[in-house]
């Protein structure tokens, strides 16, 4: 056997030298970057990370203020997870999805305990992406009918199906390969809704019932919504939104799925996002603080109404690693921590002490046009005009649109930050063990930061 000899070709850019230089070359010569140009990159090398923070090569220390993709929910590094994974590889690490383990059951037994109403049949995915996948399947199978409804400033994965069901801007380079019987509406938010929160409500639900009306309820199997917006901006529902929806879906024989994906397990101050909304849904697509990203893992949390019509009927979902024990450990232990640590009831009390803190700094920044927030999940939003909000850069922003927001981003992560940055946004999500010190800590890194975007304020 022969091992190849590969060559590579430098990237223009001088890449940086010692051990840190030599893993992102590796990664930059063999790897290829999500929802990126793959030339010009610039990531940070992580060696370690614990808790809030992440730690390069280098020894530089990045507060994580975006808990990695808002999934890093218990923060990172925790042995208990560790122990968890180990004990469970020492005794079995794989058997087929026809088989059961202990952890398996267990696992089910308590996302029924903390799921409402009767959310207690739970079918383990890999991914937020394969949770949505296997929601609108089941739907489809179940109704009997074939369209979806969805928000356009929304995002529910990459693989085909969930791309197409989401309103995000991802989903246009691949529209010609999208899936069908996917239906978009639009839904306006307070912050830029010109007559009066007293009629956004009433609006945005007439608007809905006419979608319905025009598509045929009959044909329609599910709405997909967000318990809270995530990556779109932290866009607000009109207070009673969701409530109207769950009435209408009743009046429709449509089933209600809500992606907790990202909002789900504490991240907003409860359990899940929707219950803020006083509804109980009739599926529940989860992931990301499920494992807190400790290993991939997802899960479809389904009704015991839908699952009784497969008590004597096939029911067509299968995944090779659907249950793996290695990763039902991992999300037992996690479940543990969520409860052990106070983690959610801290996600609320550092989401009101964010707040008031971001209420501070628009004092300070006039760049900042809105701020919105549940518990940890919080989007700013910056402006060229506080009077017009006009953002300062427009929602799917070319990249000359972003020059600001770029020299912002780079600033961040000048200062020893990492967080997500997109168009006019600044998320703030750190993980749910974080203190008041740290939220001080990285928001006096991002009041530094929007002093650039302050320069471009437009007056008048």
Partial sequence: ??????????????????????????NQDYTLFSWSKQKGTNPIAVKYAEGVYLYDFDG?????FSSGLMNVNIGHGDQRVTAAVVKQMQEVTYVTPSCVTKVRGELGKKLAEICPGDLNKAFFTLCGATSIENGIKLARLYTGRHKIVTRYQSYHGASIGAISASGDPRRIPVDVQQAPNFVHFDLPYLYRWEYGEENLLKETIASLERLIAYEGAATIAAILLEGESGSSGCLKYPVGYLKAVRELCNKHGILLIIDEVMSGFGRTGK?????????????????KGLTSGYLPFGCLMVSDKIAAKYDDAVLALGLTYSAHPVSCAAALEMLKIYEDDNLIANAAAMGKYMEAQVEKLKQKHNSIGDFRNTGLLGCIELVKNKTTKEPLAPFNAKPEEMAVMNKVAAKIKELGMYTFVRWSYIFVAPPLIVTKEQIDEGLAIISEAISIADTQIEHG
């Fill in 60 to 64: 530089k220390r990045y507060i994580d």
């Fill in 271 to 287: 359990w899940f996002g929707f219950e803020h909304h006083d509804i109980i849904p009739d599926m529940i697509c989860m992931a």
């Fill in 1 to 26: 056997m022969t091992t190849k000899t590969i060559s590579k070709s430098s990237d223009s850019e001088t890449p940086p030298s010692g051990a840190r230089g030599a893993v992102i070359q590796n």
